[in-house]
């Protein structure tokens, strides 16, 4: 009955930092929020040909199902980025219910789900994947996997049915239609129901589905993308191997590269070493589950467990096999966080699974409490080494909001487009098309106000209510289509006194010519201006004026009723 209560509050400490994980990982998402496509997302902005782009290859992979995702989101939520953020986290929530859901299925009852619950969510929502949650184009890379776990699912558990089988080979195909790790789920699922002395009949259908998939994927050359050279590839199996493993241990690294540890081996002080040992004992466990789950009756959701753990290990080593040129550290990624949390995940609730089938009371109960102690250790180092995946999250909201202005009016300034697309003049003609569409950052209406007189959108208020100064101005583009000025400086509204998230640039007759947004800290300003209490005041912003021509900023201090309440605040 002791161990009963601590377990339920182990559960209640576990859920707490579960909780305390999503809210980190929901505001760094926040911060780093724009409506701007970044990088790939530019490719997807079409126009026409839509049902060729749809199963065109992107890279090695095919995107067919993400590209519907994108054009829900163009179509229907204004390209806003808000559709595809939403759909990854209901994607990852899914997945999360999915897995507990198998948990409860290979025997973990009572305050056992919970603590795997708590587990799995803390894994799936941490942070360290921030990547594939503050880019809307990585939808992809959480829906390979929920559609993988429901393949195994349907497939390896519960009553054989023709339907059942049916939409496993459905989810299998959808999967193959996300990401090339998708290719290999159903030929996963012909392995493990091998394993399980399956059917004849049933190991046929998915091999073949799958072997047909992995011809009809491979057409047109899309092995061409993958990487590296076969040949080479072929050549250096170790370094695959290596790569595997930083790849398994990557978000799980501080378990090896924490003091005790590297005061007794200082050979994994660094972080790829660190990784690779954490990736080979993961994959040492993974491997013993797997023993044990052959030669012991169980639970068949154990093998859904297990055929998940085995889908990771063998992506691992197919990126590995297609990156390992690029060096072990690439396997670091943030990216690549998402698939090895479901591998841990899906391991820890696999080996609790089979600590219930311990014959002695002392050896259940000393295996579950050290696995309740390494559940606590790994989603407490993932908080404590936040500030890797923070610092990304202010990273990108920093580079896509400083070229939101440039985007919004116009004007290129190719230091700061290609910070979001490697081709500043692409980012220009993909931007008309947003334009036309209305999408994007132009679906708020603020470039309309470009072109238009100060007076016919806005109503000017006294001069002393705000604050600031245009530090710099320079021309960007120079000789080129979307020549303009590139302007930064301070405003700080003072009746009353609050920060300034918008700017109008306006041309000395009055013609509203750019826009700019408060991004940059200055706390020279808050230490020299005590009106100022927000050292967030710095802007950037772009402005189509000429060389020489006078810029007037203005301060958007409210909008109501269909109208502006601006405040001049510099000239130059």
Request: hydrophobic share 50%; charged share 15%; net charge neutral.
């Amino acid at each position: 009955m002791n161990d009963r209560y601590l377990l339920r509050f182990a559960g209640v400490l576990l859920a707490a930092l579960a909780a305390l994980t999503l809210i980190l990982t929901w505001r760094a998402v926040l911060s780093a929020y724009s409506p701007l496509p970044f990088w790939d997302q530019w490719e997807e902005v079409v126009t026409s040909q839509y049902l060729a782009h749809l199963f065109s290859a992107h890279n090695e992979h095919r995107i067919a199902i993400p590209r519907l995702f994108f054009a829900i989101d163009s179509s229907v939520f204004g390209g806003r980025n808000l559709f595809l953020l939403a759909a990854i986290q209901l994607i990852q929530a899914l997945h999360a219910a999915a897995l507990v859901w198998v948990a409860r299925r290979a025997g973990v009852r009572g305050p056992a789900l919970a603590l795997i619950g708590a587990l799995v969510v803390a894994l799936l929502f941490s942070g360290a994947q921030i990547e594939n949650f503050y880019w809307g184009f990585q939808v992809q890379f959480v829906l390979v996997y929920l559609l993988a776990t429901i393949t195994f699912i349907l497939a390896l558990l519960g009553k054989a049915t023709l339907w059942r089988d049916a939409g496993a080979v459905a989810c299998g195909i959808a999967a193959a239609l996300c990401l090339s790790a998708g290719i290999l789920v159903l030929p996963a699922c012909a392995v493990f129901l091998v394993l399980m002395r399956a059917p004849v009949r049933r190991i046929v259908i998915y091999a073949a589905t799958g072997i047909l998939i992995w011809v009809a994927y491979f057409q047109g050359g899309i092995l061409s993308s993958a990487g590296s050279e076969p040949v080479a590839t072929l050549s250096a199996p170790l370094n695959i191997l290596y790569y595997a493993f930083v790849f398994l241990g990557g978000p799980l690294r501080h378990l090896a590269s924490s003091g005790p540890v590297t005061a007794l081996l200082p050979v994994l002080e660094t972080e790829v070493r660190a990784a690779a040992l954490t990736g080979l004992a993961g994959l040492s466990l993974a491997l013993l589950a797997g023993l044990i789950v052959l030669v012991r009756n169980g639970p068949r959701a154990r093998f859904v467990l297990l055929a998940i753990c085995g889908l990771v290990v063998v992506v691992a080593v197919m990126t590995g096999a297609g990156r390992w040129e690029l060096g072990a550290e690439q396997a670091l990624s943030s990216r690549y966080a998402t698939p090895v949390f479901l591998f841990w995940a899906s391991l820890g609730a696999l080996y609790w699974s089979l600590s219930r089938q311990l014959p002695r009371a002392i050896w259940r109960t000393t295996a579950q409490s050290v696995l309740t102690l390494t559940f606590f250790i790994v989603v407490i180092l993932a908080l404590t080494h936040r500030g890797g995946w923070t610092d990304l999250a202010r990273a990108q909201g920093d580079r896509l909001e400083r070229a939101e202005s440039a985007v919004l009016t116009g004007v290129r300034e190719d230091e700061i487009l290609a910070g979001i697309y490697p081709s500043p003049q692409k980012v220009m003609e993909q931007a008309a098309v947003l334009r036309e569409a209305g999408n994007s950052v132009f679906a708020s209406g603020r470039d309309d106000w470009i072109g238009q007189t100060l007076d016919s959108i806005a109503d000017r208020v006294d001069p002393s209510q705000c604050l600031g100064v245009i530090d710099e101005r320079r021309t960007v583009g120079a000789g080129q289509e979307g020549e303009g000025v590139r302007a930064t400086g301070w405003v700080f509204a003072t009746q009353p006194q609050r920060p300034v998230n918008e700017i109008l640039l306006v041309s000395g007759s009055g013609e509203v010519r750019g826009y700019g947004q408060r991004l940059i800290d200055r706390p020279d300003v808050m230490a020299a201006e005590p009106v100022v209490t927000d050292s967030r005041s710095g802007w950037l912003g772009h402005t189509r004026s000429a060389e020489g021509e006078t810029i007037v900023a203005y301060a958007i201090l409210d909008e109501a009723g269909g109208r502006l309440a601006v405040c001049e605040f510099a000239r130059r």
